[in-house]
Structure formats: C-alpha cells, structure tokens
C-alpha cells in the first residue's frame, strides 16, 4: 500500500519533471522584458526594489525613476542612494492632487518624464524602475503613447518595471510580464500606521 503511494508519487513527479524540463528548453531566449505590477495589495515597489537589490547582487547597475506625490522618507531610497551601481530620481514633488491645475502638474509630469526617458536610453543600466508611474498616466498628466513609445526605443537588453495602481490596459498588452497584487487585508485599517521596514 505504502509502496503503491510511493510508486505513483515517483510516476507523477517524474511526469512533472519532464513538463517542467521541456519549457525550460523552450526559454532560451534573452532579451529585456517589461513587467508591470498593478492592483490594489500591498508589495508591488518592494517587489520591484527587490529587483534592484537581484541586479545589483549580479553586478549590474540599475535606474530607478519615482512619480510620487511627495518627499516620503523610505527605506529603500536611503539604501539603494548609497549603492554606486544606482541612479535615484525623484520625479514626483510638485505633483499636487489638490490644486487640480492640470497644466502645472502636466508641466511636472512631463518635465519628470525626460528624466525617465534618459534612464531608458542609457544602455549601462541593466533595468529600469519607473514607480508609480501609473499616476501621472491614469490622471492625463503624461501621454501613455508616448511612455510606451520611449520604452519600446530602449536598449534591447534593458528590463523595465513599472509599478502602480490601475494600470492601462494598453499598458498590460504591452508588458511581458504582468502580476496584479491582491488586498486581502492589510493593518492599516486595523489602526496600524505605516511601519518603517515594512511600508516605508
Ligand atoms: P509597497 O511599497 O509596500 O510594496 P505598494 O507599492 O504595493 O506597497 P502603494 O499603493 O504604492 O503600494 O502604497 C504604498 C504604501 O501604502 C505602503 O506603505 C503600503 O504598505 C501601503 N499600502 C499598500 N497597499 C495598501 C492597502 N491595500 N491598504 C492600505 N495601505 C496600503
Ligand atoms: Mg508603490
């Protein structure tokens, strides 16, 4: 009985394994690729940073643009501004929610876009975050024709993530990979502020 459980086990992992085996052969390719994670759940910039840290950990160098509102003081800026194998930019101050002048923010945007689009025409940068870029998108402050235009002119080899909430559809058509993170809960709205380590 025991025996027959294990039999069977083996068959099955031994099928597995071939599955497994044979897509591996097929992807062999090499080429940069663009990942786009969106949704409404906590981990999509930590993803992405976390990517940073992989590059870094192979010796590459690594861009990262953010379109925030804000100065927020977080963690991995502190961090990664210390790596020499690292370009930060901030592209977000002067974004503002509540004037709602969307000729000043467009200005901001795009002013911030020329920025970003130096990082994707830089070919020594192994890949490219563009954080919350989905913002200024979703709001008409940048043109996703545009965005995608520069991204696909970028150096063959180059990856690229972009972060945020809501994004385009066209956006998603264009990625190669695309994760959309789920909120099941998040402590927040247990009253928990935002915890340095953990959400900044
Ligand atoms: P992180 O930077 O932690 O990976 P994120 O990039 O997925 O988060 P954002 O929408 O950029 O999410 O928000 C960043 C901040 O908001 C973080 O402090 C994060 O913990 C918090 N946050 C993210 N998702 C939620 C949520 N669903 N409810 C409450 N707070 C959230
Ligand atoms: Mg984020």
């Given at each position: 009985?025991?025996?027959?459980?294990?039999?069977?086990h083996r068959r099955?992992?031994?099928r597995k394994k071939a599955v497994v085996d044979a897509a591996m052969a097929r992807?062999?390719?090499?080429?940069?690729?663009?990942?786009v994670l969106t949704g409404n759940g906590k981990g999509k910039s930590s993803s992405a940073f976390g990517m940073v840290a992989r590059a870094l950990g192979h010796g590459l160098r690594a861009g990262v643009a953010q379109f925030?509102?804000?100065r927020q003081d977080t963690g991995e800026e502190a961090f990664f501004r210390r790596q020499p194998g690292v370009r930060w930019e901030v592209l977000g101050e002067g974004f503002t929610w509540e004037?709602?002048?969307?000729?000043?923010?467009?200005?901001t945007a795009r002013r911030g876009w020329a920025v970003a689009r130096e990082l994707l025409r830089d070919p020594g940068l192994a890949l490219v975050v563009?954080?919350?870029?989905?913002?200024?998108?979703?709001?008409g402050w940048l043109s996703l024709d545009t965005v995608l235009a520069d991204i696909?002119?970028?150096?063959r080899h180059q990856h690229v993530v972009i972060t945020g909430r809501g994004a385009p559809d066209a956006l998603i058509a264009a990625a190669d990979t695309v994760s959309r993170v789920e909120d099941v809960?998040?402590?927040?709205?247990?009253?928990?502020?935002?915890?340095p380590g953990v959400d900044r």
């Open positions: 009985m025991e025996e027959d459980r294990a039999r069977r099955r992992m031994q992807a062999t390719g090499d080429r940069g690729v663009l990942l925030i509102k804000g004037t709602q002048d969307l000729p000043r923010d467009s200005r563009l954080d919350e870029l989905t913002y200024p998108l979703r709001l696909a002119a970028r150096p809960k998040h402590a927040f709205r247990a009253g928990i502020r935002a915890q």
